[in-house]
């Protein structure tokens, strides 16, 4: 008779000791996917600090290449080091905790420059307001360092806006950087001592990672509305 209760007594509590053990192996699978696997798609922790999940990024598809074109797999920018008016600078801490768009030129262009950094001056109130927990920065980098001081490029990037950073560096610092972002410009043949020459040079915005990563290239013409459009869906479906 004691064997019998016993044996009804262990199916009586089995049910709810299969429960108990379902629940907690279910609970031990989710969180080793979550460990392992799940994490990788859902980005955490500060928006300025974001490490971009290349799945992501490559699953982008842009509604407008003429505005906004991925850039899968992203493209580290190498270290490297440049001035500007407050003192040395150097990549990839210069990207470090905020999104950057990136723009090469000089200060003597006749009129891409200023045409290019005016719509950069009407962008940047509208990602302010549309992505307000982004912290922004506008880095302008002179290909033009024999006529281009810290000095005169502070006060050049500052006339359209005052929170621009202007920067600029040896050759050899300027090339490392340009040659893998693709960021091309050719120097017009002069007579060392010159200083009447003119620069050629890509015109596009390039999207800088907190990680120091081009994702996203901004290519001329520039249309500041539609481009803050494409950056606002880009941060929603590859950023947060």
């Known amino acids: 008779?004691?064997?019998?209760?016993?044996?009804?007594?262990?199916?009586?509590?089995?049910?709810?000791?299969?429960?108990?053990?379902?629940?907690w192996v279910a609970g031990l699978f989710c969180f080793t996917l979550l460990t392992i696997g799940c994490g990788q798609n859902a980005p955490s922790g500060n928006?300025?600090?974001?490490?971009?999940?290349?799945?992501?990024?490559?699953?982008?598809?842009s509604n407008d290449l003429l505005v906004l074109r991925p850039v899968s797999p992203s493209i580290s920018v190498p270290a490297a080091d440049f001035m500007s008016v407050n003192g040395a600078v150097a990549t990839p801490a210069l990207f470090k905790d905020r999104w950057t768009l990136f723009y090469i030129g000089y200060t003597f262009c006749p009129d891409v420059c200023p045409t290019?950094?005016?719509?950069?001056?009407?962008?940047?109130?509208?990602l302010q307001?549309?992505?307000?927990?982004?912290?922004?920065?506008?880095?302008?980098l002179s290909v033009d360092p024999e006529r281009d001081t810290p000095k005169r490029i502070a006060e050049y990037v500052h006339y359209f806006d005052?929170?621009?950073?202007?920067?600029?560096?040896?050759?050899?610092?300027?090339?490392?950087?340009?040659?893998?972002?693709?960021?091309?410009?050719?120097?017009?043949?002069?007579?060392?001592?010159?200083?009447i020459y003119e620069i050629d040079h890509d015109t596009a915005y390039r999207l800088i990672s907190p990680?120091?990563?081009?994702?996203?290239?901004?290519?001329?013409?520039?249309?500041?509305?539609?481009?803050?459009?494409?950056?606002?869906?880009?941060?929603?479906?590859?950023?947060?």
């Open 211 to 240: 990680e120091g990563k081009m994702v996203a290239i901004l290519p001329s013409p520039h249309d500041p509305a539609a481009m803050d459009q494409a950056l606002v869906r880009f941060f929603k479906e590859v950023v947060q």
């Open 47 to 61: 928006i300025n600090e974001r490490v971009i999940e290349p799945k992501r990024l490559a699953a982008f598809e």
């Open 162 to 195: 005052p929170k621009f950073l202007g920067i600029t560096g040896a050759r050899a610092m300027i090339d490392k950087v340009t040659q893998p972002l693709k960021a091309g410009y050719r120097v017009s043949p002069h007579a060392p001592g010159d200083n």
């Open 116 to 126: 290019e950094l005016t719509a950069l001056a009407g962008l940047l109130p509208k």
């Open 1 to 23: 008779m004691g064997v019998l209760q016993s044996h009804n007594a262990e199916r009586v509590f089995s049910p709810a000791r299969m429960i108990w053990r379902g629940a």
């Open 129 to 140: 307001k549309s992505l307000p927990d982004v912290q922004w920065q506008i880095v302008f």
